[in-house]
């Protein structure tokens, strides 16, 4: 009756061989001081993955009985034992039970599955084995183990290990998908299907294996950011359909669950996120050990959902519509949703299951279903509102067809709106979604750009009135003239106007406050730039109509608005709140938030890291830019393009700027001349005409987006050599900052102060000043200023204490410097063979002994050391161990 493998389900799959878990067990196995061990975990974690391997690692494959327990067998004594006692006619006996186990073998492994439904009697006889060290016991359950349990006594009292099989994080997803796919996924990618699986390997698995079947999970067409990397897979879609994999690998996690608990969850994903008494109410006590398994996760206010969002979505189509419309009946009867707005699913659970719902209540479920990104909710609710006369129906109809692709035929019906619609607030309504499709799809750089000719098409249709209110339609005739961008006063007077008028509708208003923020912005004048992106995204994020429309939008600007004054750490603060959304929001997103990261990382020069997000998040926007940041991010990425050899052939900046604009004017022209100073380092791209950036740079238009006159400076001196000639680049970006607020230009106007030219105390308090402010740039730049001016004046003593501070600056901010500075610690470098001695000598070895251990002469220790002396400007062996490492 010996069965090696019985009962450990699922398909054999990998175990990393660094998996703590499995180290853990395989101690207990060969010979640690437990008797064995229990492995506990959610259906799907890779328990049984984890017994088989380590089994066959402690080579005691071949010594393995297997007892099987079931939900049946719970209350029969000796049930789950009874294959393996065949030759017992007494099972009344524990004596009796216990030496006929004893006989099988010689010290077992006894491999017993879904011990949470062991029978006592059972529990009983395997727990006096153990404790006899007559066998080693290795128990797999779901959940946790009750209290009166045996199995757990034994575990409690440290006899038998506990390991623990908790869902995957991101990390541990990525090894997974990298391992099935063989080639590196997205950072945006991996954390959508960490999201959508909850985490659960057996789910991950189907999900590749289904997404790659359906072509949904792909090398990015456009290959990889950058030459010379592999070509990483990403999502076209946030998961794939339910299909007969995943189907049966949902049945297969609730195998081993209770009726009650399969109910649970069929409740969770049918009615979404539910409150823990209405739960109980209808299908019993057991939110508790589903929370215990990783299948149902807490969301605040006593309230639980599904843990993984496309368990919930496959588990929807397993559920038969008579089965459905019984728990409908009983939730219903229970209290529904109990006064407490109805979740979108809810909504539609009604409707499958015919109960009548008012169209106001179906209306603002597809609203926050498209809010959420949750389409095929949204999608499934618009069949409700066929054939509506409510305008609202019509616009909310209108945008699920934006959204699935049904580009032109939204189009025409919302033209047909604005044109028609008698209510002036649902006139406006159809022009702000035909702006922001026109944004989304990349056919005008900016919502604002993007109100003209949306009003251009609805005059086309219905005639040439375009049911604006006067001062709206004033401003969008304006924002349609040739040279308004030479008129940006007027343009902030009347949007502030509209912005403040209460009669303004607040898709409107959120719009026209982005428009603010941007001309703010750029203009330097960084607080009230802030506080207009602020209250646009306010609003995006507190209605859901406005969510689905100009979230991703608003989010944009306010983080930008942050970066670009130096509040680096509330955009950080912005952008982590993104880390809570749903996956299927996640994933519309994902490539616009790596982006912002990425550029809010590098404003302080950035890390590995930073580059690997970037490059990522510019995959990402390839295949989907609902903000237009692409541009932006590939600019960011152009200077470690340009480092490669050989150069990339497609960063010649004239090919983009003859490209349609993207993004508001300032930005667009930022990123062209982000372009233009890497291509103009390359030796390949060197010309004698006057280069792009230089031309953006000198054009007298410029003086009202001093921002980007400051970047486009202080990138320029940042990738020079900083012993480079001198042509007024710092002087310039020291007068450009002198008349913007915010930390970023405060501090550059600190640190790059002409008076500080020849004053090295002055020089140097400036940059303590940045350090303990968290300015990290303007306080490397600092210190390399001082390098500078020591090393023209032959200081090398005190230019070697300014590099040993700069050295502590970057090894405590982990960053990487630009050239200007990278340059500036050059000067200090220590060769290999200086900093082995270096390491032996600060350790306390005399010059003897670091002679010896290197196997060169003593005379060679000491003119080695006598260079370092120099070179960082010490005079004491004993200053050796204080330098940075």
Not at 276 to 304: M, Q, S, W
Not at 648 to 654: A, C, H, I, T, W
Not at 784 to 798: I, T, Y
Not at 809 to 817: A, H, K, N, P
């Amino acid at each position: 009756m010996r069965q090696a493998t019985t009962g450990l389900r699922g398909p054999r799959s990998a175990v990393p061989a660094d998996s703590p878990e499995l180290k853990s067990l395989l101690d207990v196995l060969r010979g640690g001081r437990e008797a064995g061990a229990v492995v506990l975990g959610g259906p799907g974690t890779g328990k049984s993955s984890l017994v088989r391997a380590a089994l066959d690692l402690a080579e005691l494959s071949d010594r393995v009985l297997t007892v099987q327990c079931s939900q049946s067998l719970r209350e029969v004594p000796y049930g789950a034992l009874v294959p393996l006692l065949t030759g017992l006619d007494d099972l009344d006996s524990p004596v009796a039970v216990l030496r006929a186990l004893q006989l099988l073998d010689t010290s077992p492994v006894i491999v017993v599955v879904d011990v949470q439904y062991l029978d006592a009697a059972s529990a009983f006889v395997l727990a006096q084995l153990v404790q006899n060290r007559a066998a080693t016991l290795v128990a797999i359950g779901t959940g946790s183990l009750g209290r009166e349990s045996g199995i757990a006594a034994l575990a409690d009292t440290g006899l038998l290990a506990t390991v623990r099989m908790e869902p995957a994080c991101p990390e541990r997803v990525r090894r997974q998908c990298e391992r099935a796919v063989g080639a590196p996924l997205t950072e945006g990618t991996v954390r959508t299907i960490h999201g959508m699986t909850g985490g659960n390997p057996r789910l991950t698995a189907a999900f590749l294996e289904s997404a790659r079947e359906q072509g949904v999970l792909v090398p990015a067409p456009d290959g990889p950011a950058m030459p010379g990397h592999p070509t990483p897979w990403i999502l076209l879609r946030a998961a794939p359909e339910p299909d007969v994999r995943l189907v049966d690998t949902v049945e297969s996690m609730h195998a081993s669950l209770l009726p009650g608990e399969r109910e649970t969850l069929e409740l969770l994903a049918l009615a979404g996120p539910m409150p823990r008494a209405r739960l109980r109410a209808v299908a019993g006590d057991h939110v508790p050990d589903l929370l215990e398994a990783g299948l149902v996760r807490g969301t605040g206010a006593d309230r639980v959902e599904l843990s993984a969002a496309l368990h919930a979505e496959v588990l929807r189509t397993c559920v038969p519509p008579g089965r459905s419309a019984d728990l409908y009946a009983r939730w219903e009867s229970a209290g529904g949703d109990d006064g407490q707005p109805p979740t979108a699913r809810s909504v539609l659970w009604a409707l499958e299951c015919g109960r009548e719902v008012p169209e106001e209540a179906v209306v603002g479920a597809g609203y926050r279903a498209l809010g959420a990104k949750d389409w095929p909710t949204a999608r499934a609710l618009a069949p409700a509102l066929a054939g509506s006369r409510d305008p609202r129906a019509a616009l909310l109809v209108a945008e699920l067809m934006l959204v699935s692709g049904r580009t032109w035929t939204a189009r025409a019906e919302l033209e047909e709106l604005a044109a028609r619609a008698p209510d002036p607030a649902y006139r406006i309504e159809a022009y702000s979604l035909l702006a922001m499709d026109r944004v989304r799809t990349g056919q005008a750089p900016h919502a604002w750009a993007a109100l003209p000719p949306a009003v251009a098409g609805v005059r086309a249709r219905g005639g040439a009135d375009p049911g604006l209110p006067a001062p709206l339609a004033g401003l969008v005739e304006l924002l349609g003239e040739e040279d308004v961008d030479d008129r940006r006063e007027e343009l902030l007077e009347r949007a502030r106007a509209l912005v403040e008028d209460p009669a303004t509708e607040d898709g409107t208003r959120a719009i026209l406050l982005v428009l603010e923020s941007d001309l703010l912005g750029l203009a330097g004048r960084s607080a009230e730039a802030i506080e207009a992106a602020r209250r646009a995204y306010g609003l995006a994020t507190s209605t859901p109509a406005f969510s689905a429309r100009f979230g991703n939008y608003a989010l944009v600007h306010l983080v930008l608005s942050h970066t670009t004054a130096g509040h680096l750490e509330e955009a950080r603060r912005v952008l982590d709140e993104q880390e809570r959304l749903a996956p299927r929001h996640w994933y519309q997103r994902s490539g616009t938030v790596l982006a912002l990261r990425a550029l809010v990382d590098s404003s302080h020069g950035g890390s590995t890291s930073t580059v690997a997000r970037l490059r990522d998040a510019v995959v990402e926007l390839r295949h989907h830019d609902p903000a237009q940041l692409l541009l932006l991010a590939e600019a960011a990425l152009a200077p470690h393009r340009a480092a490669l050899s050989p150069v990339p052939q497609d960063l010649r900046v004239e090919e983009r700027a003859r490209r349609a604009q993207q993004g508001s004017r300032g930005r667009w022209l930022l990123a062209l001349a982000l372009f233009s100073l890497a291509q103009d380092r390359t030796r390949e791209y060197a010309d004698d005409h006057q280069p792009l950036w230089r031309r953006i740079l000198d054009d007298p238009r410029l003086e009202q987006d001093p921002v980007v006159r400051r970047e486009i400076l202080y990138t320029l001196l940042l990738l020079r050599a900083p012993q480079a000639e001198d042509d007024g680049v710092m002087a310039r970006l020291h007068r450009t900052c002198a008349g913007m607020d915010g930390p970023r230009s405060e501090a550059l106007v600190r640190v790059l102060d002409p008076a500080l030219a020849e004053d090295p105390r002055g020089l140097a308090a400036a940059a303590e000043e940045m350090a303990v402010a968290g300015e990290v740039l303007p306080a490397a730049v600092a210190w390399s200023r001082l390098v500078l001016l020591h090393h023209a004046g032959g200081d090398l003593r005190r230019r070697g204490e300014a590099l040993r501070h700069l050295k502590r600056l970057q090894v405590r901010s982990g960053l990487w410097f630009p050239p200007y500075v990278a340059g500036a610690l050059a000067l200090g470098e220590l060769t290999a063979r200086e900093q082995e001695i270096v390491d032996l000598a600060a350790a306390g070895l005399s010059n003897a002994e670091v002679a010896e251990r290197l196997f060169v002469s003593q005379r060679t220790v000491e003119g080695h050391l006598y260079r370092v002396f120099t070179k960082l400007g010490i005079s004491d062996r004993s200053e050796l161990r204080d330098l940075p490492a």
